[in-house]
């Protein structure tokens, strides 16, 4: 097909989806009559990039192209009646669908978007041939470390640990043995937390986090809580890509300095970290031990070509006063994670999929695609013989 009629067909398409007339692998895509508004009252301000209504609609979007690139091929036309919308909305989605699964091609490979007029833009899916068994996927819901933070896993790193996973084991070295080992870290209440070789600092292989109050009344709550709290779901899988783990402290708190300013007093954190602890009875360190690995077990998918024994390690560290001598019921909670022939999801659904609805109607909605796990490995490169979903034993 040449230029001249691919684009004849595309802007025939368009007619027909703003007539709201059923198109075979097309959605029209209208941004909530409010939006609009609430964007333009708050044109520059930081809230309108984290605003629920702008949430709803990247999500809303993504689904759709996650769809299509299942289905093969189609159209998105997009209604946004708002230039400065428009821009941020373009700009944004580059982002985000760079972690959309899609036959381990780049996105702009198999996605195209021009504007139709002054309101619309539309993006399209282009057909491709690709493996039936390959599934496009719109959220992993599994992530990478990045010096001290989490990063959404991309392509090409779950490609990696999926055909790391299926290779066949290798013996030790003597290497691997040795990088077990961990410098002590020294915990003093109130104090600045050091280790043998100097100052601690979170890492690509350490995270740490303090506790308010009233987030210690529900540890498990907070820590499994991916959109505000602990994170620790995501931490747990982003460490267990790393060959030698890594842990988790909860009970420490990031160190800031009072600076002056031309316009009056400020802070600035120092990237170290004081030692607050948390306080917990026998009970309660039982307790959270527990419940933290049955969250792992029974939440979290493990894909492995082993059985899984205690891959998820809680330790409570106690903490000293300024004399050497342990503070009663005081302890820096350290969850270690060990380095992971596979992947782990933080939720027990594992990668999540979208999928064209089979009729038709002048408002389609993606439906939700069961994911068959076996077809997902091998279509990303992996064995299913050798690599299967597991339950953890601690």
């Known amino acids: 097909m040449n230029s001249q009629s691919s684009n004849m067909g595309v802007r025939s398409c368009c007619k027909r989806i703003m007539q709201n007339t059923t ?32 949430k709803r609609l990247l999500h809303g979007f993504l689904q759709k192209v996650n769809a299509l690139l299942n289905h ?7 209604h946004l009646n708002d230039p400065f919308l428009l821009s941020f909305f373009d700009e944004k989605i580059n982002q985000l669908l760079d972690h959309l699964i899609a036959d381990n091609s780049y996105f702009h490979d198999n996605f195209h978007s021009k504007y139709y007029d002054k309101e619309h833009v539309l993006f399209w899916v282009r057909q491709r041939r690709r493996d039936r068994e390959n599934i496009s996927t719109l959220h992993l819901h599994t992530k990478v470390s990045w010096n001290g933070s989490l990063r959404d896993a991309k392509q090409g790193q779950v490609k990696q640990h999926i055909e790391r996973a299926s290779a066949q084991p290798q013996a030790d070295t003597a290497e691997d043995m040795e990088s077990d080992y961990k410098e002590q870290i020294i915990f003093i209440e109130g104090k600045v937390v050091e280790t043998k070789d100097g100052v601690f600092q979170e890492s690509i292989d350490i ?3 303090g506790l ?16 505000k709290g602990g994170k620790l779901p995501g931490y747990i899988t982003a460490f267990a890509k790393l060959d030698e783990g890594g842990s988790y402290y909860i009970g420490l ?11 009056g007093k400020g802070q600035v954190k120092t990237g170290k970290f004081i030692c607050k602890g948390v ?3 026998d009970t309660e360190k039982e307790a959270l031990r527990t419940g933290i690995q049955n969250k792992a077990r029974d939440e979290m998918m493990w894909l492995s070509r082993e059985p899984l024994e ?38 027990k659904e594992g990668p999540q999929a979208f999928k064209v609805p089979e009729s ?35």
């Open 212 to 227: 308010s109050a009233e987030e210690q009344k529900h540890h498990l709550d907070w820590l499994f809580k991916m959109e």
């Open 360 to 394: 038709a109607t002048s408002d389609p909605q993606p439906e939700p695609m069961p994911m068959a796990i076996d077809e997902w490995i091998r279509g990303n490169g992996g064995s299913p013989k050798r690599l299967k979903v597991q339950k953890p034993t601690f």
């Open 23 to 54: 198109v075979p692998g097309a959605f029209s895509y209208l941004s909530p009559p409010d939006l609009v508004d609430k964007v333009a009252a708050c044109k520059g301000a930081q809230n309108q990039v984290d605003s629920e209504e702008y």
């Open 310 to 347: 205690n891959p998820v390690s809680v330790i409570f560290h106690p903490v000293q006063n300024q004399r050497g001598g342990a503070v009663r019921n005081l302890y820096v909670i350290e969850v270690k994670v060990k380095h992971l022939e596979g992947l782990a999801f933080w939720t």
């Open 253 to 263: 708190e990031e160190e800031k300095q009072e600076i002056t300013k031309t316009t």
């Open 72 to 78: 093969g091929f189609g159209y998105v036309l997009i």
């Open 207 to 209: 995270e740490a986090k």
């Open 279 to 281: 306080r917990l009875s």
